[in-house]
T-cell receptor, first 113, second 112 residues
Framework: EAQVTQNPRYLITVTGKKLTVTCSQN?????MSWYRQDPGLGLRQIYY???????DKGDVPEGYKVSRKEKRNFPLILESPSPNQTSLYFC????????????FGNGTRLTVT | QQQVKQSPQSLIVQKGGIPIINCAYE??????FPWYQQFPGKGPALLIA?????SEKKEGRFTISFNKSAKQFSLHIMDSQPGDSATYFC???????????FGDGTTLTVKP
């Protein structure tokens, strides 16, 4: 089944403790992206990757890191999480940005205390 | 600066009604306009998409109307059903550019 898999689904952590949210897709998509969803603010793009080893900032990149060492994986790293990063995070992929739809994972709900 | 403005924030209709969700954009370079549907506990999923060379697109009960001169596009749901109750997002992007911009979302409730 074609899908985008995120792990974990739920994560509760404390301020400053480094964490990684994994994202993997099995559709051989070139493009991958991370979003955060907050009430009333829609989906805001954090980082995106046009292809392996090519990443760039979205609209809200502060406090986040990403890497794209292989085509299928695009982990999101929070090196020193803060409470304002408490949010619902989505990973997405597509064949080619702007010409095909995004396929989203089921989300990771992160709480930073 | 919000590049895609979506309204209304929430919408309640009776079964069989025709909810309409509107989006307005600013960047004339946008050339792909998808609508996504999201159910609780799930990620958004593509509903229907349009390009600016087309003024209307229908897929089943869902229709996008696109007005390039006004920089607006809207989603119409014909004969709405309780199962259509979800959050809807419009989005806009540029071919081969990395960024995609979403509206703030509309929570639709269809009452039986």
């Amino acid at each position: 089944e074609a899908q985008v898999t995120q792990n974990p689904r739920y994560l509760i952590t404390v301020t400053g403790k480094k964490l990684t949210v994994t994202c993997s897709q099995n559709m051989n998509h070139e493009y991958m992206s991370w979003y955060r969803q907050d009430p009333g603010l829609g989906l805001r793009q954090i980082y995106y990757s046009m292809n392996v080893e090519v990443t760039d900032k979205g609209d809200v990149p502060e406090g986040y890191k990403v890497s794209r060492k292989e085509k299928r994986n695009f982990p999101l790293i929070l090196e020193s999480p803060s409470p304002n990063q408490t949010s619902l995070y989505f990973c997405a992929s597509s064949t080619r940005q702007g010409t095909s739809p995004l396929h989203f994972g089921n989300g990771t709900r992160l709480t930073v205390t | 600066q919000q590049q895609v403005k979506q309204s209304p924030q929430s919408l309640i209709v009776q079964k069989g009604g025709i909810p309409i969700i509107n989006c307005a954009y600013e960047n004339t370079a946008f050339d792909y306009f998808p609508w996504y549907q999201q159910f609780p506990g799930k990620g958004p999923a593509l509903l229907i998409a349009i390009r600016p060379d087309v003024s209307e697109k229908k897929e089943g009960r869902f229709t996008i109307s696109f007005n390039k001169s006004a920089k607006q596009f809207s989603l119409h749901i014909m004969d709405s059903q309780p199962g259509d109750s979800a959050t809807y997002f419009c989005a806009a992007s540029i071919t081969n550019a990395g960024k995609s911009t979403f509206g703030d979302g509309t929570t639709l409730t269809v009452k039986p």
